[in-house]
């Protein structure tokens, strides 16, 4: 079984800041890369961010410059700093994670609960 459980997120004011944190937990060998997706009411789902390996980041076009992912040593555990928020970035955040169960197995996708960011004043 593999966990992903993500925690942060709220309310802010434009151009304030939040912070989310997903954490992956269980039968794990490897987490191969760790991100986000978010969707707000009517709208697709979009991609915000990720982190594949130690160091490979890709940003959407809508965060880049704003938000800023990372990874913690221990390699299950991922952070977003949104920084610079807009009334349009409010959206249910949801942390998914590539994890191989064991040495040679192809990633399989896990998804966190969601966390919602809401940027109003």
């Known amino acids: 079984q593999v966990q992903v459980v993500e925690s942060g997120g709220g309310l802010a004011q434009p151009g304030g800041s939040l912070r989310l944190s997903c954490v992956v937990s269980g039968n794990i060998f490897n987490v191969a890369a760790m991100g986000w997706y978010r969707q707000a009411p009517g709208k697709q789902r979009e991609f915000v961010a990720n982190?594949?390996?130690?160091?490979?980041?890709n940003y959407g076009d809508s965060v880049r410059g704003r938000f800023t992912i990372s990874r913690g040593d221990a390699k299950n555990t991922a952070s977003l700093q949104m920084s610079s928020l807009r009334p349009e970035d409010s959206a249910v955040y949801s942390c998914y994670a590539d994890v191989q169960p064991a040495y040679g197995t192809v990633p399989i996708d896990y998804w966190g609960q969601g966390a919602q960011v809401t940027v109003s004043s």
């Open positions: 982190i594949i390996g130690d160091d490979r980041r």
